[in-house]
Every structure is written in structure tokens, then in C-alpha cells.
């Protein structure tokens, strides 16, 4: 586990991953604003915010990474 | 849970844990202790506050996000184990360390009890015949079984290693975001969620209650103090795991609410008992499937609930078992540390002579968490205890009088972390801090620079008024939490007496040595300096300042 967590192939995992949180983020974002929630979205605003901050978090640990 | 922990006996003889965990290894510990809470705290919530779950999520995570910037902070400026009791004994003194500690204590023997409880409702998926609401009494000798077993394997010192630890919660990582993925891509409606929110908005007592329990979702930020303690510079690792856990934590939990509101179901919902159509959220929030919510909704999502209907309720239970385990060896490590410090009996701190564990303890607080077993389950185990409870306490089911507690304790040790944090900025601002939560005001305070955290002050008041509907909105917990207090704290008060100790106020402490100790010991030799030098420009100044007096 060690190994595999310190190796290229999993900070690029990360980099898929942070991407597909990004677009996850955006998706919900955009669905809850065009599904006509007003305040009733709130919550889903924030979820999305949060999982494009979680995508931002893995693209820097991934340059960290290759900066190394 | 317990990452690997190995005693190395050093030159003095004294046994020190030897730091052994990486970032990685740091992020799966915090997360096999709070990321189960989800697989729990989902149920409860959905059945108390309805379609404002997660309303109720979002506010009770807007709380946790401020607790664990705090924890982070402190974590990564005194990478010591002992968590929230060890902040509070330094920053408000011994006996609001005691209270922290005690509270934690509480947690920690619920913890056991009510993951145990939830890993047993999540293999009744599996095997209904260890099903609560079917075979009561099944249920029960199964949860009585595990807490026994758990402490046993304690006492003889087996523990799963941190490879364990690491891959499971990898293993559920990858399973919670492929759940999401497919949730909010091919079932989500944002106009289903709107729809449910207008129509089954709860009442404001149901809310507070609902956002009560939702703080059980994010409870086990101990074990972010606990990494630090094992970490290699926790200074710098801790604060880049700790975020990337609460933003995991925080989206899991606002995901699963929001799904469960929100999302149209692959496979039609059951009736209910009287024959009629009912929403997913009351379907997840009702007594037979609150306890094992995460895996029903799993079932549902399209195309991937139909592989997910076998793994999650294994996943889900042994992370659940991971978490229980992880409350016997908390509480008896808490133990043994206040126990250290004089804020319980040395009994507290004897090991085993053969498997050199801290056998006393961890019996003590798995005896507590049967007790508090026995208390949740009397109801479904005899109709006259039914009867009772629903004359005494409004008939609140086993598992919601757990969550009651748990909530109370995590409320009463958090508040006290807030007010420590902010104590220790003015107390001790020469300790480095390689992480501060954000929004902070520079003040002059006797002669030097500190900076007020306003996100402590907002964070505290987050967890005062949680404490608040805790005690508003839970008739058991509001008699069961603060009667856990007043009896410890008379039990430290005699104690302290007897040992002819200050009974209020606290005894002297060398906090500079400590602090000296804290930081060789963590590697973190840079930070070490840094404080040596800022601890020697307040005495000059202090000395310039006698001279000119």
C-alpha cells in the first residue's frame, strides 16, 4: 500500500480522480441551478463547491508531486 | 482503530510510540474513524428531520468544518496524543480537561456500542436473521458478542494493522464516489429534491433534532491529535491530510442527504406498513432500514446498486467494526493518558502483566458501553420497557438514544476545544503554527502579537447551539449526558481531595519542557528552534521590561 501510494501511477489516479470531482461539482452546480431551486439548492451549491475544492486539493498534491 | 502502533522502549525505559504514519496511512485512520459515522448518522438524520436532511447536514457540516480546522491547527502545533482533552487541559487547566476528557469517554463507549450496533444492522442486509426490528433479541446477543470480542482481542493486544486500516478505507472511498457518480449522473433531480423539501419540511423542534444527530456524521476528529502523535513532521503532513479528510467527509455527507432527497430510484420503493407509497427519504429514515441507510440507498442507484446491494453492507460493516474497534482502544489510551496527568485514579494507567495492555480500562469502558447496550436495546427486547420508555422519553428507539449521546458528548468536548483554542492563542502564541484556521484579527495582548481566531469564535458558537438542541430536543440525552458529567466531575473532585491535589484549580506544569519534548520528539526540529527563539525574545523582553519598572 505504501509503495503503491508514493508511486507516479497513484498521483495520476489522483489527478483523475480531482478531475472527475471537478466535473461531478460542476455537474451538480449546474443541475441544481437549472432544476429551478432557488434557496432549496443551497445545499447543493455547497456540495458542489466542496467537490470542486476536493478537485483543487488532489491538482495540487498532483503538481507537488511531480515538482519533486 | 488503532494504525500501527508499536512501543519502542527508549534509554529512559520509557515506552514511546514509534512514528510510523504516512500522509497517506494519516488520511485512512481519520478516515476509518469519521467516515463510517456517514453509514450511521444518514438513518437518524432522514427519520428526524425529513426533507430538510440536508439542511440539517449542511449546518451540522459547516460546524465540522470549523472543529476540524481547529483540530488541524492544534494537531499540527502539539502533535501529542490525548486530542481534545489534551488541548483543553493545557489551554483551560485541569479540570475543564477533565470535563473534555470525560465527554470524550462518553463518546468513545458509545462509539463502541453504536457501531457495533450499526455493523450488525448492516450484515442484517445479508442475514436477515440478525435483523433489529425481526429478531431483537438475535440482534442484541450479536452487538453483546462483538463489544466482548473487541475487548478481549484488546486485552490480548491483536489489533488490525494500518495496511487493514488503509486498504479498507481506500476499498470505500472508491465505492462512496462510484455510488455518487452514478446517483447524481443517471438519478439525481434537483426538482424531486425541491419538491421534497416544500412538501416535507419538518418543524423546527424536528430540524434542531435532525441537525442534532447530523453532528454524529462527523465525529472522530480525535483521531486527527491521535496521527499526529504517530506521524513522521506532522507539522506539514498533518494539515494536507486533515483537509483533504474534511472536504472527503463533508462531501460525502452532503451527497448521500442530498441523493436521498433528490433521486428518482432505479427500482420502485416498498410500501409501507399500511399499504402506502412512500417517499425514499422516509423509506431510508425508517426503523428498519435507519440503521443500515447508506447500503439501502446504495441498492437503489441505477446500474451500479445492483453489484452494490452485495459489497456495501460488508464494506459498510467492517468499517463500522473498524470505528467500534477503534472506541475500546480510544477510550483506555484517553484513559491511560488523563490517568498520567492526575485527572484519574492510577488504576486507569495498570497493564496486563502478560500482554502489557492497559487491561483495567478497557474492560471499565466496554462495561460502560454494555450497560448503555442494555439501556438501547431494553425496549425492543420486552413490550413492558416499550411501554416505559414510550411514557418516560417519547418511546425514542434504541439506536436514536445512542445518537443522542454520542451527539451530546462530541457538542460538550468540541465547545471546550473552541474555547482552548482561543485560550492558547493568547496563552501561548510563541509556539509555532504551521496551520491556523483562517480569519484571524491581530491584537497586542500584555506586550506581544496574537491574532483572535474569529472562525473559533464562529465554530464555537456552531457547536454551543448544537449542545443546545441537543438538550432542547432529546428527552434521554438531556438527562443521560449531563448526569455522565456531574458524576465524573464528583468523581475527580473526590479524587483530587483524597490525593490532596487542587481540587479546582490546576496543578503547576512545566508547559515550555513539554512543549520542547512535544516538538524533538515529532522530528520537528526547525519548528523546535523557531519556538526556542520566541521564547527567549519574551523573557528578554519581559527582563527589559522589569528593568524599566
Given at each position: 500500500m505504501r509503495r503503491l501510494v508514493r508511486s507516479p501511477g497513484y498521483a495520476r489516479a489522483r489527478l483523475v480522480t480531482g478531475t472527475l470531482f471537478a466535473a461531478l461539482g460542476a455537474v451538480v452546480i449546474v443541475r441544481t441551478a437549472a432544476g429551478g431551486a432557488?434557496?432549496?439548492g443551497f445545499s447543493g451549491y455547497v456540495l458542489g463547491l466542496a467537490m470542486i475544492a476536493l478537485a483543487v486539493w488532489r491538482f495540487r498534491e498532483y503538481f507537488g508531486f511531480v515538482r519533486k | 482503530m488503532a494504525a500501527n502502533v508499536s512501543v519502542q522502549n527508549s534509554a529512559s525505559e520509557r515506552p514511546s510510540l514509534r512514528r510510523a504514519v504516512t500522509p497517506w496511512g494519516s488520511f485512512s485512520w481519520g478516515y476509518s474513524d469519521v467516515g463510517a459515522d456517514i453509514f450511521v448518522g444518514l438513518g437518524l438524520v432522514l427519520g428526524a428531520a425529513a426533507g430538510a436532511s440536508n439542511v440539517a447536514f449542511l449546518f451540522a457540516g459547516i460546524v465540522y468544518v470549523c472543529i476540524g480546522l481547529a483540530y488541524t491547527e492544534l494537531a499540527a502545533t502539539y502533535?501529542?496524543?490525548?486530542g481534545g482533552q489534551y488541548f483543553v487541559f493545557r489551554g483551560l487547566g485541569d479540570i475543564f480537561g477533565f470535563i473534555a476528557g470525560w465527554s470524550v469517554l462518553l463518546d468513545f463507549t458509545i462509539d463502541i456500542v453504536l457501531f457495533a450496533w450499526s455493523c450488525v444492522d448492516y450484515l442484517s442486509k445479508l442475514l436477515p436473521v440478525i435483523a433489529f426490528t425481526q429478531h431483537p433479541w438475535t440482534h442484541f446477543f450479536f452487538v453483546f458478542g462483538l463489544i466482548a470480542g473487541l475487548a478481549v482481542l484488546n486485552i490480548v493486544g491483536v489489533r488490525e494493522s494500518s495496511a487493514f486500516n488503509e486498504l479498507v478505507s481506500g476499498l470505500d472511498i472508491v465505492s462512496e464516489t462510484t455510488i455518487l457518480f452514478f446517483g447524481f449522473f443517471f438519478a439525481f433531480h434537483p426538482e424531486t429534491l425541491v419538491h421534497t423539501m416544500q412538501t416535507a419540511w419538518p418543524t423546527s423542534f424536528q430540524l434542531m433534532n435532525g441537525v442534532s444527530l447530523a453532528i454524529i456524521s462527523f465525529v472522530g476528529l480525535e483521531s486527527i491529535s491521535q496521527a499526529a502523535q504517530e506521524?513522521?513532521?506532522?507539522?506539514?503532513v498533518i494539515p494536507r491530510t486533515s483537509i483533504s479528510l474534511i472536504l472527503t467527509i463533508l462531501i460525502f455527507a452532503l451527497a448521500y442527504s442530498n441523493l436521498a432527497l433528490g433521486m428518482q430510484t432505479a427500482t420502485p420503493i416498498p410500501h409501507d406498513a399500511h399499504g402506502h407509497v412512500q417517499p425514499l427519504w422516509h423509506y431510508l429514515g425508517n426503523e428498519e432500514n435507519n440503521g443500515a441507510a447508506v447500503a439501502v440507498l446504495a441498492s437503489l442507484v441505477p446500474y451500479w446498486g445492483i453489484l452494490a446491494a452485495f459489497y456495501v453492507p460488508v464494506l459498510g460493516a467492517i468499517l463500522l467494526l473498524i470505528s467500534s474497534n477503534s472506541g475500546v482502544f480510544g477510550s483506555s489510551r484517553i484513559a491511560y493518558a488523563m490517568s498520567g496527568t492526575q485527572l484519574l485514579p492510577s488504576i486507569f494507567q495498570r497493564v496486563h502483566?502478560?500482554?502489557?495492555?492497559p487491561a483495567i480500562s478497557i474492560a471499565f469502558f466496554c462495561g460502560v458501553a454494555v450497560l448503555e447496550l442494555i439501556f438501547a436495546a431494553l425496549p425492543s427486547l420486552h413490550p413492558a420497557f416499550k411501554a416505559l420508555y414510550a411514557r418516560l422519553f417519547r418511546g425514542e428507539d434504541g439506536i436514536t438514544f445512542l445518537g443522542d449521546l454520542y451527539a451530546f458528548g462530541a457538542a460538550a468536548s468540541y465547545s471546550l476545544v473552541f474555547l482552548a483554542l482561543i485560550a492558547l492563542r493568547f496563552k501561548d502564541p510563541q509556539s509555532p503554527r504551521r496551520f491556523k484556521m483562517p480569519l484571524n484579527i491581530p491584537l497586542t495582548y500584555r506586550g506581544g502579537r496574537v491574532e483572535f481566531p474569529v472562525t473559533a469564535v464562529i465554530g464555537f458558537l456552531g457547536i454551543a447551539s448544537i449542545l443546545s438542541f441537543v438538550m432542547i430536543t432529546h428527552q434521554l440525552g438531556r438527562i443521560a449526558g449531563p448526569t455522565w458529567i456531574v458524576f465524573g466531575v464528583l468523581g475527580y473532585l473526590l479524587y483530587r481531595a483524597r490525593k490532596q491535589l487542587p481540587v479546582l484549580r490546576s496543578q503547576p506544569h512545566d508547559w515550555r519542557k513539554a512543549q520542547i519534548n512535544i516538538l524533538q520528539q515529532a522530528g520537528e526540529l526547525d519548528m523546535m528552534d523557531e519556538y526556542l527563539a520566541n521564547v527567549k525574545a519574551l523573557d528578554e523582553r519581559k527582563a527589559k521590561e522589569r528593568t524599566v519598572t
Amino acid at each position: 500500500m505504501r509503495r503503491l501510494v508514493r508511486s507516479p501511477g497513484y498521483a495520476r489516479a489522483r489527478l483523475v480522480t480531482g478531475t472527475l470531482f471537478a466535473a461531478l461539482g460542476a455537474v451538480v452546480i449546474v443541475r441544481t441551478a437549472a432544476g429551478g431551486a432557488g434557496w432549496s439548492g443551497f445545499s447543493g451549491y455547497v456540495l458542489g463547491l466542496a467537490m470542486i475544492a476536493l478537485a483543487v486539493w488532489r491538482f495540487r498534491e498532483y503538481f507537488g508531486f511531480v515538482r519533486k | 482503530m488503532a494504525a500501527n502502533v508499536s512501543v519502542q522502549n527508549s534509554a529512559s525505559e520509557r515506552p514511546s510510540l514509534r512514528r510510523a504514519v504516512t500522509p497517506w496511512g494519516s488520511f485512512s485512520w481519520g478516515y476509518s474513524d469519521v467516515g463510517a459515522d456517514i453509514f450511521v448518522g444518514l438513518g437518524l438524520v432522514l427519520g428526524a428531520a425529513a426533507g430538510a436532511s440536508n439542511v440539517a447536514f449542511l449546518f451540522a457540516g459547516i460546524v465540522y468544518v470549523c472543529i476540524g480546522l481547529a483540530y488541524t491547527e492544534l494537531a499540527a502545533t502539539y502533535p501529542v496524543a490525548g486530542g481534545g482533552q489534551y488541548f483543553v487541559f493545557r489551554g483551560l487547566g485541569d479540570i475543564f480537561g477533565f470535563i473534555a476528557g470525560w465527554s470524550v469517554l462518553l463518546d468513545f463507549t458509545i462509539d463502541i456500542v453504536l457501531f457495533a450496533w450499526s455493523c450488525v444492522d448492516y450484515l442484517s442486509k445479508l442475514l436477515p436473521v440478525i435483523a433489529f426490528t425481526q429478531h431483537p433479541w438475535t440482534h442484541f446477543f450479536f452487538v453483546f458478542g462483538l463489544i466482548a470480542g473487541l475487548a478481549v482481542l484488546n486485552i490480548v493486544g491483536v489489533r488490525e494493522s494500518s495496511a487493514f486500516n488503509e486498504l479498507v478505507s481506500g476499498l470505500d472511498i472508491v465505492s462512496e464516489t462510484t455510488i455518487l457518480f452514478f446517483g447524481f449522473f443517471f438519478a439525481f433531480h434537483p426538482e424531486t429534491l425541491v419538491h421534497t423539501m416544500q412538501t416535507a419540511w419538518p418543524t423546527s423542534f424536528q430540524l434542531m433534532n435532525g441537525v442534532s444527530l447530523a453532528i454524529i456524521s462527523f465525529v472522530g476528529l480525535e483521531s486527527i491529535s491521535q496521527a499526529a502523535q504517530e506521524t513522521q513532521r506532522p507539522a506539514s503532513v498533518i494539515p494536507r491530510t486533515s483537509i483533504s479528510l474534511i472536504l472527503t467527509i463533508l462531501i460525502f455527507a452532503l451527497a448521500y442527504s442530498n441523493l436521498a432527497l433528490g433521486m428518482q430510484t432505479a427500482t420502485p420503493i416498498p410500501h409501507d406498513a399500511h399499504g402506502h407509497v412512500q417517499p425514499l427519504w422516509h423509506y431510508l429514515g425508517n426503523e428498519e432500514n435507519n440503521g443500515a441507510a447508506v447500503a439501502v440507498l446504495a441498492s437503489l442507484v441505477p446500474y451500479w446498486g445492483i453489484l452494490a446491494a452485495f459489497y456495501v453492507p460488508v464494506l459498510g460493516a467492517i468499517l463500522l467494526l473498524i470505528s467500534s474497534n477503534s472506541g475500546v482502544f480510544g477510550s483506555s489510551r484517553i484513559a491511560y493518558a488523563m490517568s498520567g496527568t492526575q485527572l484519574l485514579p492510577s488504576i486507569f494507567q495498570r497493564v496486563h502483566p502478560r500482554y502489557r495492555t492497559p487491561a483495567i480500562s478497557i474492560a471499565f469502558f466496554c462495561g460502560v458501553a454494555v450497560l448503555e447496550l442494555i439501556f438501547a436495546a431494553l425496549p425492543s427486547l420486552h413490550p413492558a420497557f416499550k411501554a416505559l420508555y414510550a411514557r418516560l422519553f417519547r418511546g425514542e428507539d434504541g439506536i436514536t438514544f445512542l445518537g443522542d449521546l454520542y451527539a451530546f458528548g462530541a457538542a460538550a468536548s468540541y465547545s471546550l476545544v473552541f474555547l482552548a483554542l482561543i485560550a492558547l492563542r493568547f496563552k501561548d502564541p510563541q509556539s509555532p503554527r504551521r496551520f491556523k484556521m483562517p480569519l484571524n484579527i491581530p491584537l497586542t495582548y500584555r506586550g506581544g502579537r496574537v491574532e483572535f481566531p474569529v472562525t473559533a469564535v464562529i465554530g464555537f458558537l456552531g457547536i454551543a447551539s448544537i449542545l443546545s438542541f441537543v438538550m432542547i430536543t432529546h428527552q434521554l440525552g438531556r438527562i443521560a449526558g449531563p448526569t455522565w458529567i456531574v458524576f465524573g466531575v464528583l468523581g475527580y473532585l473526590l479524587y483530587r481531595a483524597r490525593k490532596q491535589l487542587p481540587v479546582l484549580r490546576s496543578q503547576p506544569h512545566d508547559w515550555r519542557k513539554a512543549q520542547i519534548n512535544i516538538l524533538q520528539q515529532a522530528g520537528e526540529l526547525d519548528m523546535m528552534d523557531e519556538y526556542l527563539a520566541n521564547v527567549k525574545a519574551l523573557d528578554e523582553r519581559k527582563a527589559k521590561e522589569r528593568t524599566v519598572t
